[in-house]
């Protein structure tokens, strides 16, 4: 943490000069346009009788903070993400929902695909996101960003659940998002949607009409039957959180979707978690800075603004950002390269002491600092009676100090989307004669996630016996 002699004169009132001087005759020899280091600084302050106190500016200090009043909170539109096994018909969905709830002469028959889209209802707006699963979804909130407010779970009537419907289950409750669910192919003769429901309550989705607090609607994304109540029934479960914004203060973004194009350079569709957007707007994003130079809605039309919820596709990077990094607006260029420059030199200095999130060798360290009081861990073993066997022995590891959390579990290997949720909940990995495959293993790599394989249960149960009692030695 070094000061700038021009900046350290200016603070405490006296000429570079002299000051330069008084380096030269403590010992230090530095010309006035050189920096000193904050021991130095303090030395030269007690030479003046100045106390000086060494405060590290962080992006903290620097970023305007904007105290919302009450009444300038308004509802803001849910975000919507439809997750389910493959081919259960989330993409059918999502396109049913687009062709036939965005008015023709509105979209001049054709919509952009900018990664989301806006439907306007009687009751409200729903905005939904365009990439369905919960690889997509994992994938952003592993980089901080949680978008979705709430999740359309796919469940085909005529297959039942299955292992990603149970996946998509688990992600959306690592990440607090409520569940809708669609039974789809209701159309199909051999639909048979009350198996469904029971099978889904027995993971814990249990329809309001069996006394629980999740809503069901049967639908058929060919037919478009039961669409609109699916719609009513997502706003209101919207309604009952409340989701508010405040649309008058200046924009806090995130990157949604993001790429080079041929003719326009780097293009990214963000989506507004708060205030309002506007062309012209100076931004940070990621290590980069710029200015919204030109803004477009889902329709492909030139907006002027957008506001919370809304998702627009913006020119004005010098690169192209990453799906998940916020995107804040600031009240002038000068801060906002400041800030990017903060950001490059951080990264630059994380790069090098990269470390892995949750490691079973610092996690009694991090218990004993308090910096984690919950371990959450994900089980993928050959056989089921290996997964509850790991589950049940793992969860009676808890202690005061620090709750054992199984948050996702299942049979077979270790895939990508188990490592972003890892990533995304901080979470380490046990494979039971199971191993990751090719992609998890790369993901495993860059998302810096631990994953412990075992052929023997009590090996397993011992690790981590041992890692939250601190007695485990570190491997070499
Ligand atoms: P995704 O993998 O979940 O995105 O599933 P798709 O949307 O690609 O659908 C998988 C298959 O199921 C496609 O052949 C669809 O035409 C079909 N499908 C989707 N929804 C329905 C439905 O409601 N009824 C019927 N009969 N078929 C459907």
Redesign the pocket.
């Known amino acids: 943490e070094n000061v700038a002699i021009t900046e350290l004169a200016r603070l405490m009132g006296i000429k570079a000069n002299e000051i330069v001087k008084k380096l030269f005759e403590m010992g230090v020899m530095a010309n006035i346009n050189q920096s000193i280091d904050a021991e130095t600084a303090q030395l030269l302050g007690a030479e003046y009788d100045i106390e000086v106190v060494v405060k590290v500016v962080t992006e903290d200090d620097l970023i305007p903070k904007y105290e919302d009043k009450p009444e300038d909170l308004k509802p803001r539109p849910p975000i919507v993400t439809v997750m389910?096994?493959?081919?259960?018909?989330?993409?059918?969905?999502l396109d049913k929902i687009r062709r036939t709830k965005i008015a023709e002469k509105e979209a001049g028959g054709i919509t952009q695909h900018i990664g989301a889209y806006e439907v306007d209802l009687p009751q409200g707006k729903l905005v939904f996101l365009d990439t369905?699963g919960h690889e997509a979804f994992t994938t952003l909130r592993a980089r901080g960003a949680q978008v979705t407010d709430i999740v359309i779970l796919?469940v085909a009537a005529d297959d039942g659940v299955m292992p990603q419907t149970k996946e998509a289950i688990d992600h959306s409750k690592a990440a607090g998002v409520p569940i809708v669910v669609a039974i789809?192919?209701?159309?199909?003769p051999n639909a048979n949607p009350e198996h469904v429901k029971s099978q889904l309550a027995e993971l814990g989705i249990i329809p309001e009409e069996w006394g629980g607090s999740h809503q069901f609607q049967e639908?058929?994304?060919?037919t478009g039957q039961g669409i609109d109540e699916l719609l009513e029934r997502v706003l209101l479960e919207a309604e009952m959180l409340e989701l508010k914004a405040n649309p008058k203060r200046p924009a806090e973004c995130v990157v949604i979707e993001a790429k080079l194009d041929k003719h326009r350079g780097a293009v990214a569709t963000v989506i507004v978690q708060n205030g309002t957007l506007k062309k012209g707007d100076v931004f940070v994003v990621g290590a980069q800075y710029g200015k919204v130079r030109s803004m477009f809605n889902f329709i492909g039309r030139t907006v002027k603004e957008a506001g919370p919820s809304i998702p627009v596709e913006l020119m004005g990077f010098s690169e192209v950002p990453e799906a998940g990094e916020k995107l804040i607006v600031l009240p002038n260029e000068k801060l906002a390269k400041q800030i990017a420059d903060m950001r490059k030199e951080k990264k630059r200095e994380k790069e090098m002491l990269e470390k892995s999130k949750v490691s079973l060798t610092d996690i009694f360290s991090k218990i004993q600092e308090g910096e984690l009081q919950e371990l959450n861990i994900i089980i993928k073993a050959d056989v089921q009676g290996s997964v509850e066997a790991l589950k049940s022995s793992l969860l009676k590891l808890s202690n005061p100090e620090v709750k054992v959390q199984v948050i996702h579990d299942g049979v077979g290997a270790i895939s990508e989307s188990d490592v972003l949720l890892a990533a995304a909940s901080n979470a380490i990995i046990i494979g039971f004669n199971v191993r990751p495959d090719a992609k998890a293993k790369a993901a495993a790599e860059r998302e810096k996630v631990e994953i412990h394989l075992y052929s023997v249960i009590y090996d397993a149960i011992e690790d981590v016996k041992k890692a939250i009692e601190g007695m485990l030695t570190p491997e070499t």
Request: hydrophobic share 30%; proline share 5%; charged share 30%.
């Open positions: 389910g096994h493959v081919d259960h018909g989330k993409t059918s969905l369905p796919v789809n192919k209701i159309d199909k639908v058929s994304a060919k």
